[in-house]
């Protein structure tokens, strides 16, 4: 039996036993039956077994150049490296959805697995819901996009293997795309336990905890995934920056909003009662966007490098599906909405759970405006007739100043306390943080003059403040957020340092990690946040030159002068390589720095779709980046885009740090007598 006849088999097999899951599921529900229940549970685990054989199946196709398969051989090609044809599992369309379904089956026993006796009476109804979701994304494989699908006539007479994207072929593609698919596919457990919770009436605190530790699950991933797209786009793509706008980015980005949105919320349902509603419709959001996402990326309604091309029909698929989660989700909550109410109300806007409410509000607006704008092309399309694009000048207009505002949003909150803050407090709290903030501002207003040497006159120097006015906001709001962390934590290790004054700094500060490892790991994401900030903000302050140069030629560029050293051609079993070697000293030195390579590379396979490879001199204030546009190696001449990056690298520590904190963060559970930010 072939690979393609027995995959495509494995794949009505996982749908029968996904259909036959639901039903046990929901009648379990229906009768209380322990056994039709244990049944169901078991077609959990069955599921996840079938779509593991079914990935490996597809694997193996592509490790033994199986190209009677069509997919295979749409995204493989034999002279293809061993670790790109494995990653090329996930590389298309069809394959995509496999591995959807295989996280899905996945994180769906691994849920029910973990809550099957914390959470008896929710379990029958989140195995129907998840399994639900599953038999969907099954049926899309066996009905319209089989990546089992085998040629009809000889493979030969289709051509020569394609291979995979050559923009693809890149060590961070082959992280992004799956630690996206992490994000949006767990997102769907915490989904399934909050409708088991309206839908059985359980919605008190219980069901909580395991949602939460999901949603925080779903959100890192998601932070790391969208980080390495912008790291790909930053080093691939050639053009200097990591972050467009890009219709398929968004998609990914627009869920990232609601659950961080939702990791605040739960905590003043869990403090206070209060925000029922506002949770359930925020999980109900988090995983509809990230079907929302999904249909972006795989029905070609929007154009980007990452789309999978157009697919009307799938389109159609995708939106029917979306329109029944909404309504469905939505109904139900509407029917159990009394026993949603609020325990307790606002007592004062002077308090943490108003800076949560508004943080939630601006999470929201935020999310809801980047998927209008990044639907706006198509609906105009569809309703005036004309494509009207929106630029990313568009998208900083009005994210730069909400950004900003989250970020003040983020110093503020940890500094209110619970239901009131006193005017004592208030000046207690926020004295440090301030004054901190206020000589942050004056700091960058200094360094802004120092960069001038003076040359400018105080009328020059007011446009330049005035030009780069939210870069200097930023540093002025990271310093405040930055001092209001280290005021908890300083706070955090003196109490530790005085119920046990023996202990060292080190010490009190691991101490009080163990003890509130949710609040202090929840700290630590917020510093990761204000170094990403940090590194936005040096954008304003960038250096950017195109350029046609000859071997010997000197270029200016900002504090640099970089030579044109020559052009080398090499080439390998897989693709030809033409790269420039560019020396880095700075302006007035005689010793370099470095020596860039930015190349351009062919694959024989695909020769008509050359790839950029960057090349960079990383410090830690700044990048000096080059990539090559074009060459002519007869003459010698090389279009080059040059680029100085302020403060990029801070983007990329800042989200390690906060990959860091979200690691503290997962899995701890609250206990009595800590408090929470």
């Not at 593991?52 to 749409?74: C, E, M, N, R, W």
């Not at 949603?215 to 200097?240: H, I, K, M, N, R």
């Not at 309703?383 to 003040?408: D, F, K, Q, V, W």
């Not at 530790?496 to 949710?518: E, F, Q, T, Y």
Request: net charge positive; hydrophobic share 50%.
């Amino acid at each position: 039996m072939s690979v393609a006849t027995l995959g495509t088999i494995t794949q009505l097999v996982l749908f029968a036993v996904c259909l036959a899951t639901i039903a046990l599921a929901m009648l379990g529900a229906r009768r209380r039956s322990p056994r039709l229940i244990e049944a169901a549970v078991q077609g959990v685990y069955a599921t996840a077994g079938l779509a593991t054989f079914a990935s490996s199946l597809i694997v193996y196709a592509f490790l033994a150049d199986d190209f009677s398969i069509q997919y295979v051989h749409h995204t493989s090609d034999s002279a293809m490296p061993l670790f790109y044809k494995i990653t090329a599992f996930w590389g298309g369309l069809d394959g995509s959805l496999l591995f959807w379904v295989l996280l899905l089956s996945l994180f769906s026993a691994l849920a029910v697995r973990a809550n099957r006796r914390r959470h008896e009476e929710l379990i029958p109804h989140v195995v129907w819901i998840l399994a639900l979701i599953d038999l969907f994304f099954i049926a899309l494989l066996i009905f319209v996009k089989n990546p089992f699908e085998p040629f009809m006539l000889d493979p030969e007479m289709a051509g020569p293997a394609r291979g995979l994207n050559p923009l693809l072929q890149n060590a961070y593609m082959v992280i992004h795309p799956p630690s996206l698919y992490l994000g949006y596919v767990s997102l769907a457990v915490p989904y399934a336990f909050g409708m088991a919770a309206v839908i059985t009436g359980s919605v008190d605190s219980a069901w909580q905890q395991s949602v939460r530790r999901w949603t925080l699950f779903s959100w890192a991933f998601l932070s790391f995934g969208l980080v390495l797209g912008g790291l790909w786009a930053y080093e691939e793509l050639g053009w200097g920056g990591y972050w467009a706008w890009d219709p398929v980015e968004n998609a990914g980005l627009i869920p990232w909003f609601t659950a961080t949105a939702f990791l605040h919320s739960i905590m003043i349902q869990e403090r206070r009662g209060m925000l029922k509603r506002w949770n359930v419709s925020l999980v109900i959001f988090s995983f509809w966007l990230s079907i929302v996402g999904t249909f972006l990326t795989r029905s070609g309604v929007v154009q980007s490098v990452h789309a999978f091309g157009k697919d009307p029909e799938l389109a159609w698929i995708f939106g029917i599906f979306l329109v029944v989660i909404l309504v469905g989700s939505f109904g139900v909550l509407l029917w159990r909405w009394p026993l949603l109410r609020s325990r307790a109300e606002l007592e004062s806007p002077l308090s943490r759970e108003f800076a949560f409410l508004l943080n939630n509000w601006l999470l929201l607006a935020m999310a809801f405006f980047v998927l209008g704008s990044t639907l706006w092309p198509t609906l105009s399309e569809w309703l005036l007739g004309e494509r009207i694009t929106i630029r990313e000048s568009h998208y900083n207009h009005y994210m730069t100043p909400a950004g900003l505002a989250l970020l003040l949003l983020m110093g503020v909150g940890p500094l209110l306390a619970w239901r009131r803050s006193s005017s004592e407090s208030l000046q207690r709290q926020f004295l440090i943080p301030l004054v901190v903030g206020g000589v942050g501002l004056l700091l960058a207003m200094v360094v802004e003059a120092m960069r001038l040497e003076g040359q400018a006159s105080a009328a020059q120097l007011g446009a330049a403040w005035g030009d780069h006015v939210w870069a200097l906001a930023c540093f002025g709001l990271c310093a405040f957020t930055g001092a209001t962390i280290v005021q908890e934590f300083a706070r955090g290790v003196a109490v530790a340092k005085r119920n046990n004054p023996k202990l060292s700094l080190v010490d009190a500060s691991i101490r009080l990690l163990g003890k509130a490892r949710r609040r202090y790991g929840g700290y630590i994401i917020h510093l990761g946040v204000v170094l990403i900030f940090f590194g936005f903000a040096g954008k304003s302050y960038g250096v950017d030159r195109k350029i046609n140069a000859t071997p010997g030629e000197v270029i200016v560029l900002g504090d640099y002068e970089i030579t044109h050293l020559g052009l080398r051609a090499t080439e390998d079993w897989q693709k030809q390589m033409i790269t420039a070697e560019l020396e880095v000293r700075r302006a007035g030195s005689e010793r370099a720095v470095d020596v860039l390579r930015p190349a351009r590379w062919w694959y024989f396979q695909l020769p008509e779709q050359p790839t950029t490879e960057v090349s960079r001199y990383m410090s830690v204030g700044e990048d000096v980046y080059a990539s090559m546009q074009a060459v002519d190696m007869t003459t010698g001449v090389t279009q080059l885009r040059l680029f100085i990056n302020p403060l990029v690298n801070w983007v990329w520590v800042g989200t390690m740090v906060m990959l860091l904190g979200s690691a503290i963060c997962i899995g701890t559970r609250r206990k009595k007598g800590l408090s929470h930010g």
